[in-house]
């Protein structure tokens, strides 16, 4: 059943049920799963940015990789322009495969440290039997520009880079394919405050100039408060809440929401906010808790919770929210 989406724009993306369980084998006879991601359902509108945010190991990465195609899902849809992902003939799924670009938090890691910057840039070109190579070339130095670096930057390695630069050659190498939409996974989370700020300043106007979408992924409320329209939040494999960025910082509504929001500085949350102190850790994906899977941690749990799954429900236009509390 395709996720019921409230009257607006046509998405760009439409994430339905998208699920990613890993099998772990067998104890004393019953067989273990992990679920990385569980039943998600999103869609993200054209030229809009939204925040993934949550708690390592809630499955963030898990998301974007699916978006992006670099992982197979176990179960749900994916649709792009209203097309279904997983049954597009080989032609059009390679011009869709151009159109997402993933943009990893260290591209050192994605990245060969043999190859110059040159040819780093011109292999998705390449690839793709883009443009004669002067013409590459031409791209190459032309995308050196946008992204703040000068043509000296060519001829050296990866490895020679600080990390703020070593990112403007990630994000440069996404955008070689000319995309619509970017999967932004922790992209800052590397580096210093200061070389953050730039970052995300380019990144935001790159994203007015190239008219991009974007998921940005991570851990960080402030920066996602910084670079977001909407923001998803997720605990263990599902989306807890979304919601606009100012209401979802303002007027936070599920338990675990209003945690995180209670530990960013007052400038950014809602004045009258008193802070709440999670217990323990984020449980295993392996042995999700029964009923809520926050239960174990929500100071507000009642018996309910325990025994039943809350779904995300629309509770108005804009917002929706998984708990008991908000029926
Ligand atoms: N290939 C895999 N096999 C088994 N489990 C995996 C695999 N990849 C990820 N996981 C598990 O899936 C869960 C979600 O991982 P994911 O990396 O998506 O989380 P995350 O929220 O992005 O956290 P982080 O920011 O720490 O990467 C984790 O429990 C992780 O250990």
């Known amino acids: 059943m ?13 994430i339905d049920q998208l699920q990613m369980h890993y099998p772990l084998g067998s104890i004393w006879g019953s067989k273990q799963t992990l679920k990385a991601v569980d039943g998600i ?18 499955g963030k990465s898990t998301v974007g990789q699916l978006t992006a195609r670099l992982l197979e899902p176990t ?44 040819a780093l840039l011109e292999e998705p070109l390449r690839i793709h039997r883009i443009g004669t190579r002067p013409e ?16 000296s930057y060519e001829f050296r390695y990866i490895h020679e880079l600080s990390g703020g630069q070593r990112q403007r050659i990630g994000i440069a190498r996404a955008l070689m394919l000319q995309p619509e939409f970017l999967i932004l996974d922790e992209p800052v989370s590397a580096l210093d405050v200061s070389v953050q700020s730039q970052i995300l300043n380019l990144l ?30 997720m605990y263990l494999g599902k989306i807890v809440e979304l919601a606009d960025v100012n209401d979802l910082y303002t007027s936070p509504l599920h338990p675990y929401t209003r945690a995180l929001v209670s530990a960013i500085p007052a400038k950014h949350r809602g004045q009258r906010q008193e802070r ?8 295993s994906a392996s042995a999700t808790p029964s009923g809520c899977a926050f239960h174990t941690r929500c100071p507000f ?14 509770i108005r236009p804009g917002r929706r929210v998984s708990c008991h509390l908000h029926e």
């Open 41 to 58: 359902s999103l869609h993200i509108r054209k030229g809009e940015t939204l925040g993934l945010v949550g708690e390592s190991g809630c």
């Open 301 to 314: 749990a009642v018996e309910r919770c325990r025994r039943e799954t809350p779904t995300l429900r629309l």
């Open 204 to 233: 935001k106007d790159l994203q007015q100039q190239f008219s991009l979408t974007y998921l940005f992924i991570s851990h960080d409320l402030n920066v996602v408060h910084y670079m977001s329209d909407r923001v998803a939040v």
């Open 276 to 283: 709440i102190r999670l217990q323990g850790e984020i449980p």
């Open 136 to 151: 590459r070339k031409a791209k190459v130095r032309d995308m050196l520009k946008q992204i703040g670096l000068n043509e």
């Open 75 to 118: 179960g749900g849809r994916l649709f792009y322009k209203g097309e279904d992902l997983q049954k597009l003939r080989s032609g059009r799924d390679n011009q869709l495969r151009k159109q997402i670009q993933y943009v990893f938090q260290d591209p050192y890691t994605s990245m060969n440290p043999k190859h110059i910057i040159a």
């Open 2 to 14: 395709a996720i019921q989406l409230e009257p607006q724009r046509q998405p760009l993306v439409e």
